[in-house]
């Protein structure tokens, strides 16, 4: 891929906003005379060697100082983008920023698009495109396990793991075109069992593992959604606040409490979750109520899972029953709070009105219990997509998924192209594609509408 950016790009890089410093960056042919032109350090320099870090101010063209700045020059290609590359640390006012990004676009630079600068990286060749993905899912990521699978893909993981299916692919093709080039040789040439053994074993083996963990990927990229539904007065606001450890909703005895939803984010082993709390839902209730239990019934339909509270000090009555035969086909899990209060045999009973679902006992008041219901949610939540272990774990996104699908198929197609034992050239031609979707996936052969989608998703400056 061509890179033609011969323009200079500059924007803000740090949020906008008051902070303690803020950063603009400068990247393209024109940064170091920008920064010749804009910066005056205190201790004269004739000129900006690489990679040192100068104090000075920054002027206005008619000589007005702007702010004091630490100013960065890095030469190329031994940068984020592999262009040279000017930092100007100003303190963290977006007045200042801004004064200072105005003069510096004065000096021919232009604003970046969002992502530019991550973009440049890739079409330079720094980094590939599962690394610049990682890049935005970094900045994106929610919960802990969300940066550590950002910076195991910006690492390399994903875009490792796809070489080496090329590699293993580029190896047959290699014995395909030896057999192309002496024809007259004829068929012997291909050892077709042989060929089919690396094709299954270092080709579709590790793409449908990768598939596999797709799964995850959306999982921790794009978290679930989690309903606390119960009749009025269960404990659904008290659970909330357990998860949050805070007291965030309104608690009462009075049933009612709750007059809409409350939602807030929380982890779940590593998945970032939005915990909704929601009105008690009860027939005989006022209008203003009547408009939050209708929000409630919308919130458990659209729910991933429900956490279906019952209240255990008191006895599961008909009402219970018909809203947790409301949920429909959602998944659930069945909590009986208030089990500091609630006598053995009531809960014991209470579980046998709930077969074929998994009951725990919790106080959402005392937070007992609570651990076992994370883990539990967990594994509802994950199913069968296999744990994840720290290290190994990679995380194709949805449109890495819909391109290794498509080289899985491919392979079933290769296989049945070698087992009817079509001429070499058409076996060829479907290594080919194989490999077209691989390098779909780190970015070689992606088209222009789908990298611009990639890069708009990114803010401007990064
Ligand atoms: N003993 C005991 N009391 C609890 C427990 N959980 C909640 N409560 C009490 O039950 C009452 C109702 O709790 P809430 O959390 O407001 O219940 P809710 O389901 O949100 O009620 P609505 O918003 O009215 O639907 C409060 O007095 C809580 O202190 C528990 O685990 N044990
Ligand atoms: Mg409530």
């Not at 919130?299 to 947790?324: G, H, N, P, Q, W």
Request: charged residues 25%; negative net charge.
């Amino acid at each position: 891929m061509v890179h033609h950016n011969n323009d200079t790009i500059a924007a803000i890089a740090t949020p906008p906003g008051v902070g303690g410093i803020g950063i603009i960056r400068i990247s393209g042919p024109r940064s170091l005379t920008i920064l010749q032109t804009l910066f005056r350090p205190f201790r004269p320099h004739e000129t900006f060697p690489s990679h040192r870090l100068y104090y000075g101010t920054v002027n206005s063209h008619d000589n007005t100082v702007l702010d004091e700045v630490l100013a960065v020059y890095m030469r190329a290609p031994h940068t984020y983008t592999r262009e040279d590359v000017v930092e100007l640390q100003s303190h963290g006012s977006f007045l200042v920023l801004n004064s200072i990004l105005s003069e510096v676009l004065n000096c021919g630079a232009r604003l970046a698009e969002p992502g530019e600068f991550t973009k440049r990286a890739f079409l330079t060749g720094r980094i590939d495109l599962t690394r610049a993905e990682a890049v935005i899912d970094l900045l994106q990521a929610r919960t802990d396990t969300g940066v550590q699978l950002a910076v195991g893909q910006m690492q390399g993981q994903l875009y490792h793991r796809i070489e080496e299916v090329r590699n293993g692919l580029v190896n047959i093709m290699a014995v395909l075109e030896v057999a192309i080039d002496f024809p007259e040789d004829d068929v012997e040439l291909i050892d077709t069992v042989e060929i089919l053994r690396q094709i299954e074993q270092s080709v579709e083996i590790p793409l449908v593992r990768l598939v596999e963990m797709a799964d995850q990927g959306k999982l921790i990229r794009e978290g679930v959604n989690i309903v606390i539904a119960g009749l009025p007065n269960v404990g659904k606001s008290s659970l909330l606040n357990a998860f949050l450890q805070e007291d965030r909703a309104l608690v009462t005895p009075v049933p009612g409490t709750t007059r809409d939803t409350i939602e807030e984010m929380i982890s779940i082993k590593g998945i970032p979750a939005r915990i909704v709390d929601t009105a008690g839902i009860r027939s005989d209730a006022g209008s203003v109520e009547e408009l939050g239990i209708e929000r409630a019934r919308r919130k458990m339909r659209e729910a991933d899972l429900v956490i279906f509270l019952v209240d255990a000090s008191a006895s599961l009555t008909e009402a219970d029953m018909e809203l947790y035969r409301s949920i429909g086909n959602v998944k659930r899990i069945v909590a009986l709070n208030k089990i500091d209060i609630a006598g053995e045999d009531n809960a014991a009973s209470m579980k046998a009105a709930f077969p074929d679902v998994q009951i725990l006992e919790i106080s959402a008041k005392n937070h007992t219990g609570l651990s076992d219901l994370q883990e539990t949610i967990y594994n509802r939540i994950m199913g069968e997509a296999p744990p994840l272990s720290e290290r190994e774990a990679c995380a194709p996104n949805v449109r890495h998924l819909a391109v290794l699908n498509q080289a899985i198929s491919g392979c079933a197609r290769l296989r049945e192209a070698l087992s009817v034992g079509l001429t070499v050239d058409l076996i060829a031609v479907e290594v080919q594609s194989v490999l077209d979707c691989l390098g779909d996936v780190v970015g070689l052969t992606t088209t222009e509408d789908v990298l611009d989608k990639i890069f708009s998703e990114f803010c401007i400056g990064k």
